[in-house]
């Protein structure tokens, strides 16, 4: 009802399901029904009410509210529990929007783990990266065969996502059909001081020359030392809810450039601003920069090096997501890199092409469709390679098709 829904539950998941206390209906500070609990909207800072589903500015009555008995198998469900329809069984679940069930719940036992469906793949934490990633609508064929639970999580995922996160409806997308072949004939034409030369013109690939200057390099540099951990990718946790995952085709170090002292950086401020520039895109369309960095292998293959195989930096899931699916990839290197580290793109029409490492340059490609820019492109897969000399420091800005950075302070970038 409220456009609230998505801080009342955000708020919810962060402090947990509790119980009002029993009370009498009179005055202002009367207790309140089961389930339901005050916030703040951080807006306004007004008081408003929700269960976890709907949410009011009126504090609500406990008239009307039923507890049902507790023998679990018709009885009213715990408080925060709704019931719910898998797309894609048609089976009735349960959930109260962190984990789910298809047994229904007690009132007494509370929570249950699902018991009839289960992950077969010999390596379960495939089906968690591979479930989190898309693959669920992609390849439902293999996926609801033999990654059922991570699939059922996901299903669960999205339901609670959608009743509290919504796309305000007036919004737009940054990318038009059609419209990616203006914005690399503007690139080309208006910012020949970057030096763009375009490598592959369908799809649209530029290499800048001087996207950076050395100033700019080493303050990415700076800003992410001391803080890179192991790079992971996207996938859902044991409650369904996406996060980072362990992937076996990654094994870089990151970190993100989304603290105050990156962000508030004058000399960040003006990148990031050039890329929303270069792109056409509005700045908040953009992820925070994640800053990357690759240790060094005695030789390609070894069990030591840092790489991030062949990929697609599109995901599926992001089509049913506030920020809508990622559009563009702007990669910034900021170091020379003596031997190895290079970026591979293995599928262009003209053939791969490898871009090495050097400090300042940068890479700019689509992940979609210029008709259809809601679709994977799969001719921009791409993978960075080992670095056998030396280390290599870079960037990404990843450009969604819709407003990123609000939603993703409501945690509604991901499910």
Request: hydrophobic share 25%.
């Amino acid at each position: 009802m409220l456009d609230q829904c998505a801080a009342a539950c955000s708020a919810r998941a962060a402090n947990g399901h509790a119980k009002a206390a029993s009370g009498d209906d009179g005055g202002a500070e009367r207790p309140l029904p089961d389930g339901w609990r005050e916030y703040k909207d951080p807006n306004t800072g007004k008081t408003y009410f929700s269960d976890g589903v709907t949410s009011q500015w009126e504090r609500p009555s406990r008239k009307g509210r039923t507890r049902g008995n507790d023998d679990g198998a018709d009885g009213s469900l715990p408080d925060g529990w709704r019931e719910y329809k898998d797309p894609n069984t048609g089976k009735t679940y349960f959930s109260d929007g962190v984990t789910s069930q298809w047994e229904r719940p007690s009132r007494r036992t509370g929570k249950k783990e699902p018991t009839n469906v289960h992950d077969t793949w010999h390596t379960p934490s495939d089906c968690v990266a591979w479930a989190g990633s898309g693959q669920c609508e992609a390849n439902p064929g293999f996926m609801l065969v033999s990654c059922e639970l991570s699939c059922h999580k996901i299903g669960v995922s999205r339901s609670a996502y959608a009743e509290r996160c919504k796309r305000p409806t007036d919004a737009e997308p940054a990318l038009q059909p059609g419209g990616m072949t203006a914005t690399f004939d503007r690139i080309m034409a208006e910012f020949g001081h970057l030096e763009p030369e375009l490598v592959s013109s369908d799809p649209p690939v530029v290499l800048f020359h001087k996207f950076l200057s050395d100033d700019e390099s080493a303050a990415f540099v700076a800003h992410g030392q001391g803080k890179y951990t192991e790079s992971k990718g996207v996938g859902v946790d044991a409650n369904g809810r996406m996060t980072d995952v362990k992937t076996e085709i990654r094994t870089s170090s990151h970190a993100w450039c989304q603290e105050a002292e990156c962000l508030s950086d004058p000399i960040v401020q003006s990148v990031i601003a050039r890329v929303s520039d270069v792109t056409l895109t509005p700045e908040t369309n953009g992820e925070f920069a994640q800053l990357v960095h690759y240790r060094s292998c005695p030789d390609d293959g070894h069990p030591s090096c840092a790489f991030y195989r062949r990929h697609s930096d599109y995901i599926d899931g992001d089509q049913h997501r506030n920020q809508g699916v990622r559009i563009y990839t702007l990669f910034m290197y900021l170091n020379d890199v003596e031997e190895g580290g290079g970026t591979r793109f293995t599928d262009l029409p003209s053939g791969p092409i490898t871009f090495q490492p050097q400090r300042g340059k940068a890479i700019l490609w689509p992940s979609v469709y210029s008709d259809t820019p809601d679709k994977q492109d799969p001719r921009t897969h791409h993978e960075a390679l080992p670095v056998t000399k030396g280390e290599k420091y870079g960037a990404n800005v990843w450009i969604h098709q819709y407003d990123f950075k609000t939603p993703h302070k409501t945690g509604c970038t991901m499910d």
